[in-house]
Structures are given as C-alpha cells and as structure tokens.
C-alpha cells in the first residue's frame, strides 16, 4: 500500500491515543462522548499493571477495545471507498471493513509507546442532525502547544462515534480515499483487497 503522510499518521495517532480532559461546559454530547473515551484511553496509559515492555501486547489491546468502541469504522470504510462502495455486495464491504480497521489498528497502536503526557483540549462541538465536528487542540504535557485536531463524528443510537480525523485542513479519510481511488483505477477490487491483506499480514498485531 502507498506510504501515508506524516499528516494522516498524526492525525491518527494523536487523534485517539492521547488523554483528553473533559469537554468544557458549553460543549454538546458529541464532545463530552469523545472527551470521555480518549480519557479511558489514557487511564489505560497510565495504569502501572499496563507498563513496561512485558505488556505491550495487553497495553495495545486495551487501547484497541476502547478505540473500537469509539469509531465507526463502517462509515469511515465507506467514506474511504467513496463512490466504488456502491459497487460492492455486503459481503466484500464487510471483508474491507475488517481489513481496514485492522490496518490503521495495526499501524498506530505502536505510537502508544510514544505517549510523553500530551494532551486533547476539546474546545467545542458543531451539531447538525446526526452529524457532528468536534473541534480540540493538541497540548504538550507543560501545556504548551495549540495544533487544531477535528473529530466528524456521527450518531449511532445514544452513542456518538468517530469516522473521520482532520488536522491542518486535511482529512485522514480524504488521504486514504484519494489513495484506493488511485489503486482502482489501475487495478481490480479483489487485486488491491489482496494487497491490502498482504499489507495487514506483514504489520505486527
């Protein structure tokens, strides 16, 4: 698979594995949701039963439960196979579903092991329908730092969950989506679903 922008592994990496303090008063359920999960995320950062190398295995799956929880990977497998997802029966959306979610697992989880106490500051939310943007800034653990991070976000039930992470103006979505088109329009859907499983294949769980 093509090499990902340093703006989407940010994106990504900051976007769901750093703590967030609780969303500010003002904010709607959309933000206060997001605020809540990131914060079991760093509960599980910093649970001593989690440190050290030993337990990076359990350390990672812990995050991962949270994380599942947290995104809708079906819409976000939608919106990244944009316009060819129409073409696919249920069966093959579901195999690129579950492969796609276990790239970006796969692939990000290991920046856990980089956590240095930063934080996610959600300032606010937008709400329209079933759809939100949460908007936040990405802190330094002195508190330093301001980088804008937005979390689309859409309601499943009484639950709001992730599909997309945007930072500087670019969407990690978008990168992804730009990418599989470029594939597709060389190559047959099963050629880059096989691809994309060789690629998960050779990723450390």
Same mark, same amino acid.
């Given at each position: 698979?093509?090499?990902?922008?340093?703006?989407? %592994?940010?994106?990504?990496?900051?976007?769901?594995?750093?703590?967030?303090?609780?969303?500010?008063?003002? *904010?709607?359920?959309?933000?206060?949701?997001?605020?809540?999960?990131?914060?079991? @995320?760093? *509960?599980?950062?910093?649970?001593?039963?989690?440190?050290?190398? *030993?337990?990076?295995?359990?350390?990672?799956?812990? $995050?991962?439960? $949270?994380?599942?929880?947290? %995104?809708?990977?079906?819409?976000? #497998?939608?919106?990244?196979?944009?316009?060819?997802?129409?073409?696919?029966?249920?069966?093959?959306?579901? &195999?690129?579903?579950?492969?796609?979610?276990?790239?970006?697992?796969? *692939?990000?989880?290991?920046?856990?092991?980089?956590?240095?106490?930063?934080? %996610? $500051? $959600?300032? #606010?939310?937008? @709400?329209?329908?079933?759809?939100?943007? @949460?908007? &936040?800034?990405?802190?330094?653990?002195?508190?330093?730092?301001?980088?804008?991070?937005?979390?689309?976000?859409?309601? =499943?039930?009484?639950?709001?969950?992730?599909? =997309? %992470?945007?930072?500087?103006?670019?969407?990690? @979505? #978008?990168?992804?989506?730009?990418?599989?088109?470029?594939?597709?329009?060389?190559?047959?859907?099963?050629?880059?679903?096989?691809?994309?499983?060789?690629?998960?294949?050779?990723?450390?769980?």
């Amino acid at each position: 698979m093509p090499r990902l922008s340093t703006t989407v %592994i940010l994106g990504f990496s900051l976007g769901l594995l750093l703590g967030a303090p609780p969303a500010p008063a003002f *904010a709607g359920p959309a933000a206060e949701q997001l605020a809540s999960q990131i914060e079991r @995320v760093l *509960a599980v950062l910093g649970d001593p039963a989690f440190k050290g190398d *030993a337990q990076v295995a359990p350390r990672r799956q812990a $995050v991962r439960r $949270v994380t599942d929880e947290l %995104i809708d990977w079906h819409e976000m #497998g939608r919106r990244t196979l944009g316009a060819h997802w129409q073409t696919l029966a249920d069966g093959d959306r579901t &195999a690129f579903v579950t492969l796609f979610s276990e790239l970006l697992n796969r *692939a990000y989880l290991k920046n856990l092991d980089r956590y240095d106490g930063e934080k %996610i $500051v $959600v300032t #606010g939310d937008a @709400v329209d329908g079933d759809r939100a943007l @949460v908007q &936040a800034r990405v802190v330094g653990r002195d508190g330093h730092g301001g980088m804008p991070l937005d979390f689309a976000m859409v309601r =499943d039930g009484e639950q709001w969950r992730v599909w =997309d %992470i945007r930072m500087h103006g670019m969407s990690m @979505v #978008g990168g992804y989506r730009a990418q599989f088109a470029r594939l597709l329009q060389s190559e047959r859907y099963d050629t880059v679903l096989r691809r994309l499983r060789e690629h998960v294949d050779a990723l450390q769980p």
